[in-house]
């Protein structure tokens, strides 16, 4: 069983009410037992909505209440972030979940890069609230830069 950021397989969850979907991923997971989630929806989220990063701290940062999430309006929204990464930690545990294939730079999903917080397009290393949560709980993380994803996007 193969936990996977639902906008990579084409479901339209993504911040501007698209997606990422992604033909290699798709490829890959034909075959196997699948299960497509997106944190932000899980954590109330609605789609369409507007643009989050996590601010002063790290996604751990976030998770030990030591930092928040804002999204691009000033709007705190580190409740919902947290909700939608407890929520999916809750689905891994149920269904026995150990890999996932996680959408690259979301302040939710990201597992290498995640924007810094300033709104400026701008990548550093790190990754987001719910990648963080299923790292400490030993799901192995695939990000899709893996399967050839991002790269247009300036990653390595
Ligand atoms: S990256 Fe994660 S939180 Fe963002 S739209 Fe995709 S599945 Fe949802």
Redesign the pocket.
Known sequence: MILV????IGVD???NGCN?KNDKIINYLKDKNIVP?????LGGLCTPRIPAEIVEGSADDVIDGNAKVVNKEGQDVTEEFLK?AYETLKICRILGVKQAI??EK?P??GSNQIYDGSFKSKLIDGY?I?AALLIKDGVDLKSEKYFGGGEKNGLK
């Open positions: 950021s639902a906008c990579l969850c993504k911040y990422n989630v997106c944190p932000e929806q939608g996680l959408k979301s939710s999903c987001g719910t």
